[in-house]
T-cell receptor, first 112, second 114 residues
Framework: DTAVSQTPKYLVTQMGNDKSIKCEQN?????MYWYKQDSKKFLKIMFS???????INETVPNRFSPKSPDKAHLNLHINSLELGDSAVYFC???????????FGPGTRLTVL | KNQVEQSPQSLIILEGKNCTLQ??????????LRWYKQDTGRGPVSLTI?????NTKSNGRYTATLDADTKQSSLHITASQLSDSASYIC?????????????FGGGTRLMVKP
C-alpha cells in the first residue's frame, strides 16, 4: 500500500491556467508538506501543515494555495501558472517535526 | 548562498566498494540533520536523522556521522550495490529568530557501476 500518494503523476498545461495536485497519506501522520524540486534537483520546502493548520509558508507566490480538508489530505492549487512553475512537486508527511520522513512519488508539472 | 554544502557533486564507484559523502553546514543553532536517498524519478526516502547529541547512526550498510563542533556530517556506504545509485540529499533543521527553518543541500549523485 502506498503510504503517501499524489495525483496526477504528470501534468502538462499552458501558461495562465489553474491546476491542482492532490495528496493523501494513510500513515496517520499529523504533519504534511509540499516541496518543489527544480531542474537542478534542489529540493525546497513550500508549505507545512500540522493537523490541518499552516505552520510553514516559505517564500512562495500567493498563486500557490494549499488546502487541507483533513489531516490525511493536503492539496496544492496553483493559479495563473507560469513557465517558472515547471518542476517536480513532492508531497510528504511525518508524525511530527519539520523534516518529512515519507515522500510521495512526485508530480512532474510542465508549463508550456 | 546555500548554507548546506554537499560534496562531491557526483561520484562513480565500482560495485562492492565503499564511499563517503560529505555534508557541511553553516546554519545555527543546529537542531537536527537528515540524510535522504532519492532514486531517479522517485521521491526522497529518509535514511537517518541525527540530533545534536548523536555522533553516529547506522541503517544497514549506511552509516551517518555528525560532528556538531565542526558542523560536518558524512554518510558512509559500505559494500556498495548497483541499487545504491541515486542522489543523496542532506537536510539541516535549525531554529533561529525567524522561527524553525530547514535547508537542503544540493545533493550528491552516486553511480555504482558493475
Amino acid at each position: 500500500d502506498t503510504a503517501v500518494s499524489q495525483t496526477p503523476k504528470y501534468l502538462v498545461t499552458q501558461m495562465g491556467n489553474d491546476k491542482s495536485i492532490k495528496c493523501e497519506q494513510n500513515l496517520g501522520h499529523d504533519t504534511m508538506y509540499w516541496y518543489k524540486q527544480d531542474s537542478k534537483k534542489f529540493l525546497k520546502i513550500m508549505f507545512s501543515y500540522n493537523n490541518k493548520e499552516l505552520i510553514i509558508n516559505e517564500t512562495v507566490p500567493n498563486r500557490f494555495s494549499p488546502k487541507s480538508p483533513d489531516k490525511a489530505h493536503l492539496n496544492l492549487h496553483i493559479n495563473s501558472l507560469e513557465l517558472g512553475d515547471s518542476a517536480v512537486y513532492f508531497c510528504a508527511s511525518s508524525q511530527t517535526g519539520l523534516l518529512a520522513k515519507f515522500f510521495g512519488p512526485g508530480t512532474r508539472l510542465t508549463v508550456l | 548562498k546555500n548554507q548546506v554544502e554537499q560534496s562531491p557533486q557526483s561520484l562513480i564507484i565500482l560495485e562492492g566498494k565503499n564511499c563517503t559523502l560529505q555534508c557541511n553546514y553553516t546554519v545555527s543553532p543546529f537542531s537536527n540533520l537528515r540524510w535522504y536517498k532519492q532514486d531517479t524519478g522517485r521521491g526522497p526516502v529518509s535514511l537517518t536523522i541525527m540530533t545534536f547529541s548523536e555522533n553516529t547512526k547506522s541503517n544497514g550498510r549506511y552509516t551517518a556521522t555528525l560532528d556538531a563542533d565542526t558542523k560536518q556530517s558524512s554518510l558512509h556506504i559500505t559494500a556498495s550495490q548497483l541499487s545504491d545509485s541515486a542522489s543523496y540529499i542532506c537536510v539541516v533543521f535549525f531554529d533561529n529568530n525567524a522561527g524553525n527553518m530547514l535547508t537542503f543541500g544540493g545533493g550528491t549523485r552516486l553511480m555504482v557501476k558493475p
